[in-house]
């Protein structure tokens, strides 16, 4: 399993659109993919009682997010017939429109994809212990919970 | 049994801190909790999970010697 | 509907990672948007009966393919909770490697997007008339047929 | 009847063009499909769905005046 083994989920700050579309270019070489499927999780202007989050700080709990990475990637692997996949993360501030979760898969078939991706994430947002502090405009915070 | 301790997310907020050594009688993830509750009242009031080895524990589990965490709700992507 | 209006789907030759890159950029703005879903469809160097595609030229029914894009961009804000939706699909060569659709869905919230962008990429794929030469190092071809 | 048939993928190729006017003196979809099995023998080994009006006709669906597409099987994507 050496060729699916995980490293640097994790990412200082937002995750931009020039390196997703290399991350996207560097596959262009994978000739027996016939299917990407990606997701994106970008940080809403939520507004709660009157106020409207600006940014979300992320922090993790390192060691254990990084086995839990490592574990959703052997079960994606183990249940679907992916060519790869990448997952990258958010930590510290990520502003309002920006981007802090990209999971990327990609397979020789499309039904794989859809399969494996939404797999995948639902599994980051139960299993991996990160944290996400919504910091408003006025600097007061609220501490985010996934629905 | 020496115990550090690491809060995370909110629970940082209560403990006031993001880690501390805890010397701690008890040993069971239940115990630990009463401790816990009896330093930071506080803390009754939040949902969370506590980990050690990098999984989460039940309240009958059997803790060893060395980090445990205190984990608020998951809320990546 | 206005804003729903559909142009635009085919685009000459491959779509690059940078234009798919801008089009992620471009939603930065939309600040009530959670989650983006992106399918991209890239050219497999297939083998067949000894024989590797090299190439897939891809034509279409203009005005029929234009019509089926508009109806299934309707169908999916009708049935799904969505910000925007984009689609493009490749007309003419598109080697080995390279991408020939695109279709991107933005949502407030993850499950929307997973099950709004397979119920567009199926549709295309069941009601587009668009059609797949492939051609081989040999310059010999084949009609691709979806399966 | 004056229509226009255009043929698509590999139809062109059994077609030899990818359009050409026809007169024709049927009027459904199966009348049609016998003139054209009759002019180009190779189409009935060709699976294809015939199209007026950017839909899908059913073999017994009348034809009107205008173009006519022959689709081979869809392959996007």
Not at chain 1, 74 to 88: G, V
Not at chain 1, 116 to 121: D, G, K, Y
């Given at each position: 399993?050496?060729?699916?083994?995980?490293?640097?989920?994790?990412?200082?700050?937002?995750?931009?659109?020039?390196?997703?579309?290399?991350?996207?270019?560097?596959?262009?070489?994978?000739?027996?993919?016939?299917?990407?499927?990606?997701?994106?999780?970008?940080?809403?202007?939520?507004?709660?009682?009157?106020?409207?989050?600006?940014?979300?700080?992320?922090?993790?709990?390192?060691?254990?997010?990084?086995?839990?990475?490592?574990?959703?990637?052997?079960?994606?692997?183990?249940?679907?017939?992916?060519?790869?996949?990448?997952?990258?993360?958010?930590?510290?501030?990520?502003?309002?429109?920006?981007?802090?979760?990209?999971?990327?898969?990609?397979?020789?078939?499309?039904?794989?994809?859809?399969?494996?991706?939404?797999?995948?994430?639902?599994?980051?947002?139960?299993?991996?212990?990160?944290?996400?502090?919504?910091?408003?405009?006025?600097?007061?915070?609220?501490?985010?919970?996934?629905? | 049994?020496?115990?550090?301790?690491?809060y995370?997310?909110?629970?940082a907020?209560?403990?006031?801190c993001r880690e501390?050594?805890?010397?701690?009688?008890?040993?069971?993830?239940?115990?630990?909790?009463?401790?816990?509750?009896?330093?930071?009242?506080?803390?009754?009031?939040?949902?969370?999970?506590?980990?050690?080895?990098?999984?989460?524990?039940?309240?009958?589990?059997?803790?060893?010697?060395?980090?445990?965490?205190?984990?608020?709700?998951?809320?990546?992507?």
């Amino acid at each position: 399993m050496k060729e699916h083994k995980h490293k640097d989920v994790f990412k200082q700050g937002a995750i931009t659109p020039v390196f997703i579309g290399d991350c996207i270019a560097k596959h262009q070489s994978k000739t027996t993919v016939g299917a990407h499927n990606i997701f994106l999780g970008q940080v809403r202007a939520d507004k709660i009682d009157g106020k409207t989050v600006s940014t979300i700080e992320y922090t993790a709990y390192d060691d254990m997010a990084n086995k839990k990475f490592n574990a959703i990637r052997e079960a994606a692997f183990t249940k679907f017939n992916l060519t790869c996949m990448h997952i990258y993360h958010s930590l510290g501030k990520v502003r309002i429109g920006e981007i802090c979760l990209f999971v990327f898969v990609s397979s020789p078939r499309r039904k794989e994809v859809f399969e494996a991706l939404e797999f995948v994430v639902e599994e980051i947002k139960a299993t991996v212990p990160v944290f996400g502090k919504e910091i408003f405009e006025d600097t007061s915070h609220r501490w985010k919970v996934n629905s | 049994m020496q115990l550090k301790i690491k809060y995370f997310g909110m629970l940082a907020e209560v403990a006031q801190c993001r880690e501390e050594d805890l010397h701690c009688n008890e040993v069971t993830v239940y115990g630990l909790l009463k401790v816990l509750y009896g330093k930071y009242p506080k803390l009754k009031e939040k949902n969370f999970q506590i980990a050690q080895n990098n999984e989460l524990l039940s309240p009958k589990a059997k803790l060893t010697t060395g980090e445990i965490a205190l984990l608020p709700p998951f809320a990546g992507g």
